[in-house]
C-alpha cells in the first residue's frame, strides 16, 4: 500500500513512522512546515521537503534577520501555495490512503485537495489540542464540522476527543485510540526502585497552553527541606522558564538541570530520568493524552497531572496512581500536591507498580505495533 503521511516535523510522529519500517507498505510523508532537513531517523520514508520557496535566492538569511518587514514581502510573491504543491504530490504519487497527524497544521491545509480527491480514503489522527481547543486556536466550527465530514477514517489519542468529534458531526470509521507516538517502549533495567529515585522531572512547556511556571511558583511555596535532597531536571524548558529559574533564589541551592526547548535529548536518555525520578509534573490548560505522562508512568515516576477536559482522569485516579491538578492556575494547589506526593512514599511505590503494569499492558509499543500495521491494511481493504 502507498501511503501518503501529512505531518509538521515531530518526535511523535517519527515514532508512529517508525512502527511501519518492515511492514512493506510506501510511505512518503509531505512535510506540512517544510521545516529543517532530511530527517535521518526515518531515512527510509520517501520525504517531501523544500517545496516552499520558490527560488531560495542569495543572502536570504541575511535579509530575513536584518529586514523582516522587506522580507515578507518578498515571501508573499516566493512562497508556494501548500494546496497547489500537495495537488501535485497527489498526481505525482497517486496515493492509496492519505494520513494526517492534527488537524490545524497538517489537515485543515489539505482539506480542499482531499474534498476534491474524494475517493482516496483519509485517516486522521487527533493530537493534543487539536479538538479540545479548536476555539481558542481560532478556528471556526463549520471548519471543523466540514474537515471531519471529510475524514474516513478517525484515530485519537484519548476517548474525550472520540466524544467530541462525534459533537462536532462526525459520523464516519472509528479505528481506535491510540497514544500519539504509537506507544511506549520500556527498558525495565532503567525503572529504580523507590529508595533509589533521586530526582523530580518536570514539563517545561509555558507557551500559553503549557504552563510550567506554575509549577516553578509552586516549588518555590514548597519547604526546600523537602525537596534539598532531589535534582531537578526541567525538559523542553521554553526560554521564559529558563529565566524564572535563573532569577530565582530558591533554586540557586539546588542542583537543577534544565534541557532547553528544541534541544535534543534521546527519548531513551529522558526515559530513564524519569526512571529515576519520584515525580513527574506536567501543567497546561489544554491537551490530549500526554505522551509524555504515559512514559512517565510507564517508568515509574509518580505522575502530578493537570486534567484539562477531563482527558487524564483517564488513566490517572486521583490519589491512587496520582495526582490530577484541578486548577492549572493555582500553584498553591500544586504546591500542596507536591508536598503531598513526597510526603507519601507509601502510595508513590504502590503506584508505581500499578501504572508501570498498566502501561506494560495497554500502551507497550511492541503490541500497538501490531495494531497499527493492520489498522492500515485494515483501511486497505474497505
Not at 511523535?12 to 517544510?34: E, K, M, N, P, R
Not at 515578507?72 to 501548500?82: A, P
Not at 487527533?126 to 471543523?144: A, E, M, P, R
Not at 510507564?298 to 502530578?304: E, Q, R, S, T
Request: aromatic share 10%.
Amino acid at each position: 500500500m502507498k501511503i501518503l503521511m501529512v505531518s509538521i516535523p515531530n518526535h511523535h510522529f517519527f515514532q508512529w513512522v517508525d512502527q511501519l519500517t518492515d511492514s512493506g507498505h510506501d510511505v512518503i510523508w509531505f512535510d506540512a512546515s517544510d521545516g529543517g532537513k532530511i530527517v535521518e531517523r526515518i531515512n527510509w520514508v520517501k520525504q517531501i521537503k523544500g517545496w516552499k520557496l520558490k527560488w531560495d535566492f542569495p543572502l536570504r538569511h541575511t535579509i530575513k534577520l536584518h529586514f523582516p518587514k522587506i522580507y515578507q514581502v518578498i515571501q508573499k510573491w516566493n512562497e508556494r501555495d501548500l494546496s497547489e504543491v500537495f495537488e501535485e504530490v497527489i498526481q505525482l504519487y497517486q496515493p492509496d490512503v492519505v494520513h494526517s497527524f492534527e488537524m490545524r497544521l497538517a489537515g485543515l491545509p489539505i482539506l480542499t485537495v482531499m474534498q476534491k480527491h474524494d475517493s482516496i480514503p483519509f485517516i486522521y489522527s487527533s493530537w493534543g489540542s487539536d479538538i479540545y481547543y479548536y476555539t481558542q486556536l481560532g478556528i471556526h466550527k463549520n471548519l471543523v464540522c466540514n474537515f471531519l465530514e471529510r475524514v474516513d477514517y478517525l484515530i485519537t489519542d484519548c476517548h474525550r476527543d472520540y466524544n467530541l468529534a462525534l459533537t462536532n458531526g462526525y459520523k464516519n470509521f472509528f479505528l481506535g485510540v491510540y497514544p500519539g507516538n504509537g506507544g511506549v517502549k520500556i527498558d525495565v533495567n532503567k525503572i529504580k526502585d523507590i529508595e533509589q529515585r533521586d530526582s523530580i522531572i518536570i514539563k517545561g512547556y509555558d507557551d500559553g497552553v503549557g504552563l510550567a511556571s506554575k509549577v516553578i511558583e509552586a516549588l518555590e511555596l514548597v519547604p526546600i527541606s523537602l525537596i534539598q535532597n532531589y535534582s531537578l531536571v526541567v525538559y523542553s524548558a521554553d526560554t521564559s522558564i529558563v529565566s524564572q529559574l535563573k532569577n530565582s533564589d530558591y533554586f540557586k541551592n539546588l542542583q537543577v538541570r534544565v534541557i532547553n526547548r528544541g534541544a535534543f535529548i534521546s527519548n531513551p536518555e529522558l526515559l530513564a530520568i524519569m526512571g529515576q525520578s519520584i515525580l513527574h509534573i506536567a501543567n497546561s490548560i489544554s491537551d490530549g493524552m500526554p505522551n509524555a505522562l504515559l512514559e512517565a508512568m510507564g517508568m515509574g515516576a509518580f505522575p502530578i497531572q493537570s486534567n484539562p477536559g477531563k482527558v487524564t482522569e483517564e488513566v490517572i485516579e486521583n490519589e491512587v496512581n496520582g495526582l490530577l491538578i484541578k486548577n492549572p492556575l493555582d500553584a498553591k494547589e500544586i504546591a500542596k500536591s507536591i508536598e503531598w506526593a513526597i510526603l507519601n512514599p507509601g502510595l508513590r511505590f504502590q503506584a508505581q507498580n500499578f501504572n508501570v503494569d498498566f502501561i506494560q499492558k495497554n500502551y507497550n509499543r511492541i503490541i500497538i505495533e501490531k495494531k497499527i500495521v493492520k489498522l492500515y491494511e485494515q483501511v486497505g481493504l474497505k
